[in-house]
């Protein structure tokens, strides 16, 4: 397999520089030894080893998943850990670090348009440093000296991997009901009880240690999220100069047999429930981050790096299928034109039936309207680190009421996208002889994790669309208005879909008012997801718009980027208008509906 088979690299240059000018991130302290050549660089090694070490492992992952061996451990084919290995020897891991942990400082969009490569190419395979990254930027942000020295620094470097563990059986998504308890001890660590679920990339035998972000209960903590701590626990203990003893009492209880996504284990974990550890005491040992009691707070900084970075994965899960797809049509060839009336002459390629036609532009609007997304709030993070006080504050507001999106609606539609690359291929799509079933049942795994897309419409709505008095959905707004502003001022086609736009824009700043009129947030949660999908594909428009107002020429890029915005406004945004008026009855369907009826 190519990179070309993964992701468009002409579309990942148009969105980083004709759109969104990534050159000019060079210009700002943190990233001043870099220019587009370290930055084309890195894309070129990225294409290259995720073409060659990952995706020729994706089926072997799929096929023979995790399991537990004789002696109690992780087996996984030894592809795995050599294209991991490929992975840490290119020194992705450190890329956005700084020379402190001997990294690049790379811009974090750069870096997500690279690891985008790797996602495409085996989605299980990269979710060990997807979550490794985020731990230890967490663990940079909010630990001590001393945590980011032991704990992440082997992170960054590529010799271990981290979890977060929030989940438990009892609790799921309702974290203010975990259990897992930690007591204090006299030398300043904690001893962890308890047990958690879903943990991804929980235990294997890839790297010489695991350093579990743990959410847990202090003794006298107060009952729901505010008495939530977060604790470094590692799989092996770490000694004060760093080196590894050992076996924390964290044991790996069962693995999770899952429909796709295999590559990656998911786990079972009982914390405290084995021999003591060293000193006497029982229990996992762990450290605080941070404060007792702003341990949400904390994971969140890491929660959000990967809910942004999980809607990536769902986009390059849904633009690999599309490119698979519209291989298959051109290649493809089956019926003759509608009309044809000589039954003699040649079948023709299906690309050229426009049913055939519709499927592809829908995915290709999907796909890059949801790539386009996720660069847009790679680069609101690279803002919000290197930018004066105001560019800082605005980005930080925009990607709070941006991440629910940018987590959701790739991880719906994008996974519709690969729905039609199954449909595209017929009969032999729903066969293992392609590639695109498996992506199919890998992306379905990215409306559940790191926040389900009922938990993410009741953040977008129930949080940060009010929060600060309505300050980031006024900012939304505000950018948005932006947008259509300069398409009416161009005129044409892009004047024409502002004039669409903006009854949508404002739909969604009237409808927000609506529901919360009267501050019931029963009634106003009650459709929240349906908030969710509509504020999404008035942002996508959004997103569309940007991409028309950048493109330029008359080439069959250009022409393809016209297509998918047309597509877009003519067959998705008209899509918000029933789903507003819905929304804006306050309809009481689900909220007043006896579950006895429901059989």
């Not at 890195?42 to 080893?49: K, P, V």
């Not at 870096?111 to 790797?118: I, V």
């Not at 986009?315 to 299928?321: F, N, R, S, W």
């Amino acid at each position: 397999m190519t990179s070309s088979q993964l992701l468009s690299r002409r579309d990942l240059d148009f969105l980083l520089y004709e759109w969104l000018g990534t050159e000019g991130l060079a210009a700002r302290a943190p990233f001043a030894e870099h220019s587009r050549d370290t930055f084309d660089a890195m894309l070129d090694l990225a294409g290259e080893i995720a073409a060659e070490r990952f995706a020729p492992i994706n089926k072997l992952l799929d096929a023979e998943e995790p399991r537990i061996g004789p002696d109690g451990r992780v087996v996984h084919p030894a592809g795995l850990a050599e294209a991991l290995r490929a992975y840490t020897d290119s020194g992705m891991p450190s890329a956005t670090f700084g020379p402190e942990f001997g990294g690049m400082r790379v811009p974090f969009t750069v870096a997500q348009a690279a690891f985008a490569y790797f996602q495409a190419a085996s989605v299980g395979a990269s979710a060990y440093p997807l979550l490794a990254s985020a731990g230890a930027n967490l663990l940079v942000a909010h630990g001590t000296a001393d945590q980011i020295e032991r704990f992440a620094r082997p992170i960054i470097e590529g010799r271990w991997y981290g979890t977060m563990c929030l989940s438990e059986p009892q609790a799921g998504s309702s974290l203010g009901d975990i259990t897992t308890r930690a007591v204090p001890q006299d030398d300043g660590t904690y001893r962890l009880f308890g047990t958690k679920m879903w943990i991804s990339g929980g235990d294997h035998g890839l790297s010489e240690n695991i350093v579990h972000l743990v959410l847990a209960r202090t003794p006298d903590a107060p009952a729901g999220v505010k008495g939530i701590s977060l604790f470094i626990v590692p799989k092996v203990l770490v000694g004060p100069d760093g080196s590894l003893g050992e076996r924390n009492d964290v044991a790996l209880a069962g693995l999770n047999h899952k429909m796709g996504y295999r590559g990656t284990t998911n786990t079972l974990l009982n914390f405290g429930e084995g021999q003591a550890t060293p000193g006497g005491a029982a229990g996992a040992v762990g450290h605080l981050v941070g404060e007792e009691g702003r341990g949400l707070a904390c994971m969140f900084h890491m929660m959000n790096e990967a809910r942004v970075t999980v809607g990536l994965g769902a986009v390059a899960l849904g633009y690999t299928g599309y490119l698979h797809a519209l291989a298959y049509a051109r290649e493809r060839t089956q019926g003759r034109p509608a009309g044809g009336k000589d039954a003699s002459a040649p079948m023709v390629p299906i690309i050229d039936h426009p049913d055939v036609r519709r499927m592809l532009l829908a995915q290709k609007a999907y796909v890059e309207g949801g790539l386009a997304l996720s660069l847009y709030c790679a680069r609101l993070i690279d803002d919000r680190a290197s930018g004066d006080e105001a560019a800082r504050r605005r980005a930080h507001d925009l990607l709070e009421v941006l991440t629910p999106i940018a987590k959701s609606w790739p991880s719906q539609w994008c996974l519709t996208a690969n729905d039609l690359a199954i449909q595209v291929h017929g009969g032999y799509g729903y066969t293992r002889d392609y590639a695109v079933e498996q992506f199919y049942r890998d992306n379905r795994l990215n409306p559940i994790h790191e926040g389900t897309h009922g938990v993410q419409g009741l953040d977008l709505l129930g949080r940060k669309v009010v929060a600060g008095s309505g300050a980031g959905l006024r900012l939304l707004v505000e950018t948005l208005r932006a947008t259509t502003g300069r398409a009416r001022a161009a005129g044409g086609e892009a004047a024409a879909y502002a004039g669409l736009l903006d009854p949508a824009i404002d739909r969604l700043a009237e409808v927000t008012g609506v529901l919360w009129a009267d501050g019931d947030p029963a009634v106003a949660l009650a459709n929240a997801s349906v908030y969710l999908e509509a504020a999404g594909h008035v942002v996508v428009a959004w997103i569309w718009l940007e991409q028309l107002l950048a493109v330029s020429g008359n080439d069959a890029f250009a022409e393809g980027k016209r297509a998918a915005a047309r597509y877009f406004f003519l067959y998705e945004l008209p899509k918000t208008s029933p789903q507003f008026d819905l929304l804006a009855a306050r309809d009481r369907t689900t909220l007043d509906l006896d579950p006895a009826v429901l059989g």
